[in-house]
């Protein structure tokens, strides 16, 4: 059975993810299978500081983050697959899918060819809450 919720309590379980990230979480895009939520990650290949904060303030139940601008170079070669934000201390806050442009994913890059040294770059950067 699928719940469905309205618009401002699906903000407000949004707003508590930016809450939770801090003022200095961190993006991690990882290639492989996506663990069960919170599981042991994969290849790591690029790790990006957040902004503070990681996001606006929520609305229609879509949270839309800041896209980080600088240090988004890739620590490894491989194609992304999926990412995981995490906290200032590393605790898992959430994982999500990662597509090229258009691909559908919650994190979209111009490419999830992703080669190590080079810019990773971003192109949409969104979570919807449920029913949307």
Not at 64 to 75: E, G, I, L, R, Y
Not at 106 to 130: M, N, R, W, Y
């Amino acid at each position: 059975m699928a719940l469905s919720f309205n618009t401002t309590l699906r903000n407000n379980m949004l707003s508590q993810i930016t809450t939770a990230i801090g003022s200095a979480g961190k993006l991690r895009i990882y290639d492989g299978a996506k663990p069960a939520s919170g599981g042991a990650a994969t290849n790591l290949l690029a790790e990006i500081a957040l902004a503070n904060p990681a996001a606006g303030s929520p609305s229609g139940g879509i949270l839309t983050f800041t896209v980080p601008q600088s240090d988004n170079s890739a620590d490894a070669t491989g194609t992304a697959t999926w990412a995981r934000i995490v906290d200032g201390t590393n605790a898992w806050i959430v994982d999500m899918t990662v597509t090229s442009t258009g691909g559908g994913g919650d994190l979209q890059l111009v490419t999830s060819s992703i080669v190590a040294t080079q810019k990773v770059e971003i192109t949409a950067f969104t979570i919807t809450a449920g029913n949307v």
